[in-house]
């Protein structure tokens, strides 16, 4: 099995930073796609940002030029820089890893736990 755990959380003040980070553990052969998520408050969760294996990223509009992804494959681990974050950016963010477990098995989804952001104006 491949566990995902974020870290990195909490109550921030508009035009604040935070940086997530999410470790990967357990039987890993490879990690492709590594990619954010977040769920506001009352609605559907929606898609932040990916990159994957050879780097390249993409954002989703809402956070271009304000959040990084960024992922560190010696540790499993893959971040998401958050800058002059606003209101609208409080969620539960979730980490998500499109892996597989052995050189024959079937790449899938694996997802964190969530972790919440709150953004005070």
């Known amino acids: 099995q491949v566990q995902l755990v974020e870290s990195g959380g909490g109550l921030v003040q508009a035009g604040g930073s935070l940086r997530l980070s999410c470790v990967a553990s357990g039987s890993i052969f490879s990690m492709n796609a590594m990619r954010w998520y977040r769920q506001p408050p009352g609605k559907s969760r929606e898609w932040v940002s990916v990159?994957?294996?050879?780097?390249?990223?993409v954002y989703a509009d809402s956070v271009k030029g304000r959040f990084t992804i960024s992922r560190d494959d010696g540790k499993n681990t893959v971040y998401l820089q958050m800058n002059s974050l606003k209101s609208e950016d409080t969620a539960v963010y979730y980490c998500n890893v499109f892996a597989s477990r052995s050189r024959n098995s079937v790449p899938r989804d694996y997802w964190g736990q969530g972790t919440q952001i709150t953004v005070s104006s």
């Open positions: 990159i994957i294996s050879g780097g390249s990223t």
